[in-house]
């Protein structure tokens, strides 16, 4: 077995499985993307071993892992042009280390309120090119994933 | 001037006040505890110059803040042994880099949502030792920052 089969908890959701459409990995991480309407631009930063904290990390660890999240903030920067990017590790539900990387839009469900606060409107953020933008965003992140050296 | 005062922005509440009671500084970033009878263990590590998103920051500055970031974290497990460590940079509303860092607990008002979700209950987590574990994680956290080099 490797590691990540030693490492793996029994009925923890991120250790068997990608936890949402995998996008792209490297040894230690990898990228999904969440499938919810209301938030398009919505990944995740999934570390592969099984840590509840952040600081389950080694200091390299924790640099890798952030120049991932990193990463994803500046091609979602670049390529949708969103009012804010939230960051967040929570792992309240899953306590297995996950980032989220989430562009926000003036007008979608939620803002200014966190996504887990109280929707402040029905109407989320639409927007025609959004597929096509989120395409080319998934590839970004893939092909961006493979120049971020894991330590 | 110097440059925290040429980047001051106008009405930018990070930029004109601490943001909460001051733990303690590095040369770029500070470390603040916010004032939420239902989370005593709620601190933000919050960068003195004023840029919006993560990636303001260049990657020696990113390791800085996340080191800040961990050693709060760190600390944080040791003495107060919360149930989970929330980490969160949002800014919606003051788009000045801060980070979020919270003791979360099994029993507090909002567990396991977000703080900035439902409440799930209206008592939160009390603990009479409390007053004094924070007065002590304070300390811990302002003589920590002192060991925490700047890029």
């Known amino acids: 077995m490797g590691q990540l089969d030693r490492d793996r908890q029994v009925g923890c959701e991120l250790c068997n499985h990608e936890g949402g459409l995998l996008i792209g990995r490297t040894a230690l991480l990898r990228v999904i993307r969440v499938a919810d309407p209301d938030y398009p631009g919505f990944y995740r930063v999934v570390w592969n071993r099984h840590v509840s904290e952040f600081t389950g990390l080694s200091i390299p660890e924790r640099v890798h892992c952030m120049e991932a999240v990193a ?34 839009f003036r007008d979608d469900k939620h803002f200014p309120q966190p996504i887990w606060g109280m929707a402040q409107r029905e109407a989320s953020h639409k927007d025609a090119d959004m597929p096509a933008l989120i395409a080319g965003l998934d590839q970004a992140i893939h092909q961006a994933l493979g120049n971020l050296t894991p330590p």
Chains 1, 2 share one sequence.
Do not use: C, F, Q, Y
Request: aromatic share 2%; no cysteine.
């Open 71 to 104: 990463m994803v903030e500046t091609l979602m920067l670049d390529r949708l042009h969103p009012t804010k990017i939230n960051l967040a590790s929570l792992g309240n539900m899953v306590s297995h280390l996950h980032w989220h990387v989430i562009a926000r």
